[in-house]
């Protein structure tokens, strides 16, 4: 996932299904330069349609919690 979202530079997931749907828990570690209220509503967007339309489940929810902020290496 770190490679598919500018900005992140680690990420961890967490599928719970239960009840013929999908909850999602995403833990990231982000670099200091991104907008994280932005980012994360990109991602929930885009697991949540990734997981329907190549899975066809159900996603019930897409929480995206930040752990950790790093400044950038380079």
Do not use: H, W
């Not at 900005?7 to 599928?15: I, S």
């Not at 833990?27 to 066809?56: H, W, Y």
């Amino acid at each position: 996932m770190s490679k598919r979202f500018q900005g992140v530079k680690d990420a961890k997931a967490k599928v719970t299904y239960k009840n013929d749907s999908a909850q999602i828990l995403i833990k990231l570690q982000v670099f200091t330069d991104v907008n994280v209220p932005a980012l994360c509503k990109g991602i929930q967007e885009r697991v949540k349609e990734s997981v329907e339309n190549s899975m066809e489940i159900k996603v019930n929810d897409v929480s995206v919690n930040v752990d950790g902020v790093s400044s950038q290496e380079g």
